[in-house]
Every structure is written in C-alpha cells, then in structure tokens.
DNA sequence: AAACTCAGTGAACGTGCGTACACTCAAATA
DNA sequence: TATTTGAGTGTACGCACGTTCACTGAGTTT
C-alpha cells in the first residue's frame, strides 16, 4: 500500500490543516479588533505566517475565508445547544440553566459570537448573507427543541417560532453584551446572567398570560 | 456695517455648510452598501464632488466624520421621540402607537437607522464608542418617560430602566428588520409592525405578572 | 531510486490610498 | 477700492494592497 510505517504521520495533508486552521485563528484574532472587512489578505496572512500567495493554497479570496469563519462560528453555537439539551438540569428549570450556559459558554468562545455579532451588519454582504441563513436555521431548530417542553406542546407552530425568534434575538442581545464585556468583572457577569433570567422568564410569562 | 445689501445671501458661510452637508450625506450613503469603515477619505470627497484636500476644510479625519454621522442619526431618532411625545393616541394606547410610529420614522430614516445598527458593533471603535454611549442616553431618557406613565409611577428606579432598556432594545432590532426591509412590501411591513407591537405587548404583562 | 505533486517562496506589477504643499480666485473685510 | 481670508485645486510622494508568475524543495507515488 502507499502508507510506509516509518513516517510518524500523515504529514502532507496534516500540515496543510494546521496552515488552514492558523489563517482561520489569524482571521478570526485580527478581526476583533478591527472587524473583518478591513482585514487584508497580507495581514492575515503575515500574522498566520506564510507568505501572500500561500494563502490562495486555501482560500480563493477573502470572501471564502468569511465564509469558512461563519461556519466555524456557528458548529461552535450548535455545540452550545447540544450540549444544553443533554443536561437534565434544562428540563427542570429551563431559564435558570439556559442564562447560566449562555453566559458560560460565549464568555469561552468570545472570539466566535464576537464574530457574528459584528459581521451580522458591519461585514461584506456576503459574510452577512451567510449570518442571516444560519441565525434564520438556528431558530427552526431552536423552534423543534421548544416545542418538545412540557407546557409548549400544544402551542401554534407560529407561536412557538416567534418565542424562538425572541429567545435567539434576546441570546444575541446577551451575547453581545458579554462580547463587551471587559474580563475580570464576575459582578458584571452576574448582572447579565440576571438580565438575561429576567428577559427570558419574562418571554415566557407573557406569553402564558397572553394566550389566556 | 459688514453686510452690504446687494449680497443675494449669506454666501460663503452657506456655501461651506452646503459642502458640509453634501459630505455627510455621500457618507451616509457610500456606508448603505459597504459599511462606514471601509470607505475611504477619497471616495467620499469624490462622491461629493470636491477634491481629496479639500475634504480636511471641513473634517480633521475620517474619524471625526463619523462623530458627526453619529450625532447626526441620533438627533432624527430624538425627533421621532419627541414627535411620539406630543401625540395624545400614545398615552391612550402606548404599545400600537408606538409601533405604528416605529415602522413609520424608520421606513423614512432608513440610512440613519441603518447606520446605527450597522456601526453599532461593526465600526472603527470610535464610531462604536459614540453610538453606545448614545444609545445609553437614550435608554435613560426613555426610562424617564416612561416613570411618568400612569401604571408605572410607583415602580422601582431599577424596574424602569430594565424595562427602558427592553424596549430600546427590542427598537433597535425592529428598526434592523426595518432597514433590511426590502421596498415595496407592505405585508412584511405590517408583519414586523405585529412582531413590535406583540414583542412589547410580552414585555409589560410579563413585568405586571411578574411584579405581582 | 526516479518521477511527480503541491504547499510555500520571493520578486514584480499596477492601483488606490492618506497626506503635504504651493496655488487660485471669489467673497468678506477694512 | 485695496487687502485679507479661506474653500477648493492640482501635483506629487511614499505605502499597503491584491494578484501574477516562475521557482524550490520536502513529502508522496511509482
């Protein structure tokens, strides 16, 4: 066969990998600060430590490197939900634990739901175009999991997509929040875990009322 | 005395402020499509019709251009307050009259709005700065308002302001479904005019159960 | 061992940028 | 009427950019 025992791994395609990835990190680091749009292919480049024409290896343009960052961004929130439904803690208290994870986990991943928050509206069209369809995805799914709970089942389909709408638009608003977020300030952090209860019972609540 | 009869106007003054303006508004618009941090000094003068250096008569740097762009979307968001203020419907029926006028003044300040939204979190961090300390502002005045209504009055200060930051919140995401708004379709219009008007809905009789 | 593949190199190009500087010439002032 | 002011002009500069092209040399295949 063409493998040979002596090489230690595959080294050709892992070390293109790990290019890929440092010009994703690179893309994704030089953005916070400055936002992706005004990110130029040699600085992406210079900072991921390859030369200009290297990066066309990888990406036929900027646009697609956007686009590679959207994805990457949002198989990090998917991951977020999945690891949320498993908790049995949900299922009890759903608002509670859903603040206390939403805090949690954009405060690990910053870089990512920065990512989108900025590049939501600030961005080229097409790196905004991609944002939309996958924020519009992720409340269908959002929408399919509420659904589920005990007091939503037998809810309008209309309904509960609008309750998802709001606890996505509300999540963004969060994560946003903690995106601004200076670190080494648990007390703020708490105060938007809090924020975040308050909206969320608040949703729930009011739509309780409401359909009576 | 300086003025002399013959003079059709006050010209000179008149004539850089017409310049000025011409600026600001080719700012406004080249930002639409490409977002304020990625137009260029040039772009802008040549939009406007004057040469490059002439653009540092009027403004330091892109920067300072962006202040004013900033101060600029935030007196025709005071105005749309004001105007709600002295309609008397809005006391009647706080919530559909302040949809109504939502949709209505955002439809017409589109670039305005859209700015906001878009340097909200995608700008030079100048740009950010400003509109955040705006919208913070903002959230205060509302609040105030908002204490004198007359369900309200005996609320804590707290209480108000959360609420005062809901709805600016809640403002600011409408007023982007707005601004993505294609033109020419009413039925989309009245559906975020029903998304506004539930979403604020939800917010007062959850606070009212809550409280309770 | 020889041939091949292809990620990364380095020099070179045309372009648009921000900014400096010396200028013009009409309106404002004296 | 003579002088001053200052908004807008035109040239020229150095710089970073995206993209081209022929190349090198280690990893892979035969």
């Given at each position: 066969?063409?493998?040979?025992d002596?090489?230690?791994?595959?080294?050709?395609?892992?070390?293109?990998?790990?290019?890929?990835?440092?010009?994703?990190a690179?893309?994704?680091?030089?953005?916070?600060t400055?936002?992706?749009?005004q990110?130029?292919?040699?600085?992406?480049?210079?900072?991921?430590?390859?030369v200009?024409?290297?990066?066309?290896?990888?990406?036929?343009s900027?646009?697609?490197?956007g686009?590679?960052?959207?994805e990457?961004?949002?198989?990090?929130?998917?991951?977020?939900?999945?690891?949320?439904?498993?908790?049995?803690?949900?299922?009890?208290?759903?608002?509670?634990?859903?603040?206390?994870?939403?805090?949690?986990?954009?405060?690990?991943?910053?870089?990512?739901?920065?990512f989108?928050?900025r590049?939501r509206?600030?961005?080229?069209?097409?790196?905004?175009?991609?944002?939309?369809?996958?924020?519009?995805?992720?409340?269908?799914?959002?929408?399919?999991?509420l659904?589920?709970?005990?007091?939503?089942?037998?809810?309008?389909t209309?309904?509960?997509?609008?309750?998802?709408?709001?606890?996505v638009?509300?999540?963004?608003?969060?994560?946003?929040?903690?995106?601004?977020?200076?670190d080494?300030?648990?007390?703020l952090?708490?105060?938007?875990?809090?924020?975040?209860?308050?909206q969320?019972?608040?949703?729930?609540?009011?739509?309780?009322e409401?359909?009576?």
């Open positions: 066969m063409a493998m040979s002596s090489v230690p791994a595959e080294t050709r395609q892992a070390q293109k990998e790990r290019t890929r990835q440092a010009i994703l690179s893309a994704l680091e030089l953005s916070q400055q936002g992706f749009a990110i130029s292919l040699r600085q992406v480049s210079r900072h991921a430590g390859i200009p024409t290297a990066f066309y290896r990888h990406f036929e900027m646009d697609e490197l686009l590679a960052l959207v990457q961004c949002f198989r990090t929130l998917r991951s977020m939900i999945r690891d949320a439904q498993r908790d049995s803690k949900v299922f009890d208290n759903i608002i509670d634990s859903s603040a206390e994870i939403l805090v949690g986990v954009v405060k690990q991943n910053k870089a990512d739901f920065g989108i928050a590049e509206f600030g961005g080229q069209s097409v790196v905004q175009q991609a944002i939309r369809r996958e924020l519009e995805a992720f409340v269908s799914e959002l929408a399919v999991l659904g589920r709970l005990p007091n939503i089942e037998n809810w309008d209309e309904d509960v997509q609008m309750v998802s709408r709001l606890f638009r509300n999540m963004v608003s969060n994560a946003e929040e903690v995106v601004e977020m200076p080494g300030r648990p007390d952090e708490e105060k938007i875990k809090e924020g975040a209860r308050r969320m019972r608040l949703i729930v609540i009011g739509f309780k409401w359909r009576s």
